[in-house]
């Protein structure tokens, strides 16, 4: 019945010369749909993948989805695995593993989250051998890491979120004590995305114009700048206490590092991925202000710290160095 609403045009070759960006996102839950959703409608993929081992839900998930293509660019999402329907995509999104209960650091959850990673990451490396691979799923410099060892894929292409939400947390507050947009706010949060996470006040800037944070501030002065800094770290806790997870935000976070790869932006994030040689940290995953085209991380800023900034940026590769080092891989 279909068929006979169109003639086909003859010249028309059926071999497409368009190769179609294809993603796969593994973990359908708060965070992957809403990484989902936010890669639908701002046109990312032409197909997208989910994946996920609660298979009746993923498919009224994908059902879902797929009932507002009208309303967006045109995209085809299915339901699958890398195994079948996720073969050779470009980009491959891991939002899966255990979920963060209130009070829980983000880095108690490794060692349940290792266990699905080595489940998962063989898959990935049989199925989509050139895929870059973006990790979202918490603890995320240690998941970054297991990733990078699991896979042995190229440092380049294995990447984490890192503390591209918490900087985006920083200019958000910033901007709102300043009364600005934060997207014309320049700050970076570094290292682990957690705890031991480091704000660079050194380097925040309006328009070129430093807050000129000096080391020496009053007590005063360092009070407000810490308690500003305390609900950028504290944010995820608290929104979990609130309303149990954190989705929408981070959902937006990984769209813009998925963005500057499919587009070769060559766009500077603070993505998490292996550093050698900064400021003597050596075979850590952490967050530095990188530089991220469809290669991957292709080079990091040389970002230059204060006294204070050092000391805080080589404890929290530290702390993350001994979780490592706990690893079995």
């Given amino acids: 019945m279909f068929e006979t609403l169109f003639t086909p045009n003859p010249s028309v070759e059926t071999k497409v010369s368009i190769r179609p960006r294809k993603g796969v996102i593994i973990g359908a839950g708060q965070v992957g749909m809403a990484c989902a959703y936010s890669l639908m409608i701002q046109n990312c993929f032409d197909e997208l993948i989910l994946q996920d081992v609660q298979t009746e839900r993923l498919q009224g998930e994908v059902m879902d989805l797929m009932h507002g293509v009208p309303f967006v660019e045109p995209v085809e999402i299915k339901a699958g695995t890398v195994a079948d329907v996720g073969q050779n995509a470009d980009l491959v999104i891991i939002t899966a593993g255990a979920t963060q209960k209130p009070g829980e650091s983000r880095l108690a959850l490794v060692v349940r989250n290792v266990a699905i990673f080595k489940q998962i990451v063989p898959d990935i490396v049989q199925y989509c051998p050139n895929a870059t691979l973006l990790i979202v799923s918490n603890p995320v410099d240690i998941m970054t890491y297991v990733t990078l060892k699991l896979s042995g894929f190229p440092p380049a292409r294995v990447i984490g979120s890192g503390t591209v939400l918490d900087s985006a947390r920083f200019r958000t507050l910033l901007g709102q004590k300043m009364g600005i947009d934060p997207r014309s706010v320049h700050a970076y949060i570094i ?8 704000p ?15 080391e020496g501030n009053s007590a005063s002065e360092n009070a407000g700048l810490q308690a500003l800094f305390d609900r950028v770290k504290n944010a995820g806790y608290e929104i979990l206490k609130l309303k149990g997870s954190t989705s929408y935000a981070i959902g937006l976070a990984t769209t813009e590092i ?10 500077v994030l603070t993505v998490s991925a292996l550093v050698n040689d900064f400021y003597g940290i050596h075979d850590v995953c952490l967050s530095l202000p990188c530089v991220v085209n469809e290669k991957g991380v292709i080079k990091t800023v040389n970002l230059t710290l204060n006294d204070t900034e050092q000391t805080q940026l080589l404890h929290s590769a530290q702390v993350l160095r001994d979780i490592f080092d706990t690893l079995t891989l």
Avoid: F, P
Wanted: proline share 0%; glycine share 12%.
């Fill in 258 to 267: 998925v963005k500057a790869i499919l587009h070769g932006q060559e766009r």
């Fill in 200 to 214: 660079v006040w050194s380097k925040v800037n309006i328009a070129g114009m430093s807050l000129e944070v000096q």
């Fill in 191 to 198: 290292g682990e995305h957690g705890d031991s996470e480091v």
